[in-house]
């Protein structure tokens, strides 16, 4: 008995370090300890990174990101900004204006690894360190920084006095590691978009003017020292004349962002076994009314992701208002406050989702934009039509994806955020397509299957920085139905779906349905058949490279399993055994799941006397 527990805890450990080998990843533990000059908007401070080297490769060198040197006139992001045919219109051209004392910088005053001095070499937003000694499989390395940053005028999510007086957005603020994982570096010039980190611990004391209050990644350490902003709503506390140090710890985050004003009010909501949520907004005709109304849906939000998609995995969550629209960062986000009620909510359900998908998979939102847009956009829809008791149809998503398509400006949308032609391309790709990528795959594998693999994906994926074929195949296995041709198709290739009904013929007691696939890209069909006596009968044709078949999703409405349709065929004959005359409607696709580029082909309506019938409007 001993020796079969024996060979089975063996066996079991056998089974996890092989598991852990495959997929390793990094880790960076951070001690920071900065002070923020309010007059010289200077923040100088040391940095102490603890980093771990699981990978199976020897490191000579490691890059860290400098992204405040993206806001100088000449920089990449600069001449990104002024040269793609759609600028954003929050930077356009307004790097190549600012002057020396408002660009950003990050200047490292020193490094040392394990106490000894390396060379390192900055070019533009990336530092790359030449190691004094190599960093082994399994070995661990000390790297101590002492740094000076100039925080740039706010041009995008990061800097000092946003548009809504909002004195300080300290995002990517700090030199930050960049991630290493069995791709190799991803060290990317920050010209735009998104970001991916390292797992890891954050240790960060900031030193600050004592009228500023702070909001930011983790839990608060010294509330008890600090107190101001922390009272109760309206009591004064008398402010320290010396300056204060914010005492923040995170820990399994992959980034840490703060804020910083002197008029923030502190608030603070309970989810039921939830995190507690803070928020920190500028008091006014703007703010006020709907930030307090906040609260409430922020509560309902984080309750209905917790139950649909997964459990948010930390005790707190901050709201921020600050950045130049909605950013999501490690267990909080900065948003802009002044707006209505329902642009409020709508942007803070967006980045609230995100802790799930860009905080807590943290997919590598650089390389796959769509893995974290999409799926936030996707899950923030579906809980803001349970919370508003709206459609859940996503078809704002769709339309998105269809004017895309009508614009000809598509590409395939797996490709670097950065590399994309055209902004529009990029977010109609991320956002739109993305959750239209989600509902669709409803339509294939089935709503019961779609919602139990989405729970599952997150809680075998959760801290490990998934990969979509890692998404895919917790689909594979949830449903037992085969999916790689489905992501091959959507996510690399710009390949449109459309079905048609090409032609019905009909016998005395039967009718011969003929469809057509028109667009190069396969799907399963759903054909819901309407009789002239109002009964319905769903026919469901699945594709061959599925290996199985969806579930009825409806227990109500009958349904018959046809023979598969092989995707190299271009046409598919059904029978139905009725005459022609007792039926009044067929329709591909009625849930209108499925992205098919033109539905005027899906439909047709049969009048009694109609024997054979050719689609006019097909070409
Ligand atoms: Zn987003």
């Known amino acids: 008995m001993y020796r079969l527990i024996l060979l089975c805890i063996t066996l079991l450990s056998v089974t996890l370090i092989s ?15 900065v002070r923020l000059d309010v007059k010289t908007h200077k923040v100088t401070g040391t940095q102490k990174l603890v980093y771990y080297n699981n990978s199976p490769d020897t490191l000579h060198k490691v890059y860290y990101h400098l992204y405040f040197n993206a806001f100088q006139p000449g920089s990449m992001m600069d001449v990104r900004s002024r040269t793609i045919a759609d600028p954003d219109g929050r930077v356009t051209d307004r790097i190549s204006k600012l002057k020396g004392d408002e660009i950003g910088y990050q200047r490292v005053q020193s490094l040392k690894q394990d106490g000894k001095d390396i060379h390192y070499h900055v070019e533009g937003t990336i530092l790359e360190v030449t190691l004094a000694k190599p960093i082994l499989p399994k070995a661990k390395t000390t790297f101590d920084m002492k740094f000076e940053s100039q925080v740039p005028v706010q041009i995008r999510r990061s800097g000092r006095n946003s548009r809504e007086g909002i004195a300080y957005s300290m995002t990517q603020w700090y030199p930050k590691l960049a991630e290493y994982d069995f791709q190799g570096w991803h060290a990317y010039q920050y010209v735009a978009r998104e970001f991916h980190g390292v797992w890891g611990d954050f240790d960060v004391k900031i030193t600050i003017d004592p009228t500023f209050v702070i909001g930011g990644t983790g839990k608060l350490q010294n509330p008890d020292k600090i107190r101001h902003g922390y009272e109760k709503a309206g009591t004064k506390v008398s402010r320290p004349s010396g300056e204060l140090t914010w ?21 603070i909501a309970l989810v039921p076994d939830g995190p507690e949520v803070h928020f920190f907004y500028q008091p006014g005709e703007k703010t006020t009314e709907n930030w307090t109304k906040l609260k409430e849906y922020t509560v309902k939000h984080f309750q209905f992701m917790n139950k649909t998609f997964g459990k948010y995995p930390y005790d707190i969550y901050s709201v921020i208002q600050g950045g130049d629209g909605g950013m999501e960062y490690a267990m909080c986000t900065l948003i802009t406050g002044e707006r209505s009620l329902s642009s409020l909510v709508g942007v803070m359900a967006h980045e609230v989702s995100h802790s799930w998908y860009q905080g807590v998979l943290a997919s590598n939102e650089s390389l796959y934009a769509w893995f974290d847009e999409g799926f936030t956009d996707f899950s923030a829809d579906e809980s803001m039509a349970s919370i508003l008791n709206e459609p859940n149809d996503h078809s704002g998503s769709y339309n998105g994806y269809f004017a895309l398509v009508r614009s000809g400006l598509q590409e395939p949308m797996n490709q670097h955020s950065d590399h994309f032609t055209t902004n529009r391309a990029y977010g109609t790709s991320a956002y739109s397509m993305g959750a239209v990528f989600l509902h669709q795959l409803k339509y294939i594998i089935g709503e019961a299957n779609f919602y139990k693999g989405m729970l599952r994906y997150y809680n075998t994926w959760k801290f490990r920085h998934p990969e979509p074929i890692d998404f895919i195949r917790v689909m594979e296995k949830t449903s037992g139905m085969q999916l790689k041709w489905y992501l091959s198709y959507w996510v690399n290739t710009t390949k449109r779906i459309d079905y048609g009904i090409k032609n019905v013929l009909s016998d005395t007691d039967a009718t011969f349905v003929t469809l057509e696939r028109v667009g190069e890209f396969p799907m399963p069909i759903d054909l819901l058949v309407t009789y002239a006596d109002g009964t319905t009968e769903l026919f469901y044709i699945p594709m061959n490279e599925m290996l199985g078949n969806k ?44 992205a098919d580029i033109n539905r005027k082909n899906n439909l047709m309506e049969l009048s009694a006397e109609m024997k054979a019938y050719e689609d006019p409007t097909r070409k």
Request: glycine share 0%; hydrophobic share 35%.
């Open 19 to 33: 598991a852990q080998d495959y997929r390793w990843q990094q880790r960076a533990e951070y001690t920071m300890d």
């Open 247 to 267: 005492h923040f710890l995170a820990k399994n985050v992959t980034d840490f962002a703060w804020a910083a004003d002197p008029d923030y009010v502190h608030e």
């Open 551 to 594: 579930p009825a999703e409806s227990t109500t409405q009958s349904r018959v399993e046809l023979e598969t349709w092989p995707w190299v065929n271009p046409t598919y004959t059904l029978k139905i055994n009725k005459p022609v005359k007792s039926i009044s409607k067929l329709e591909i696709d009625p849930s209108m799941r499925m």
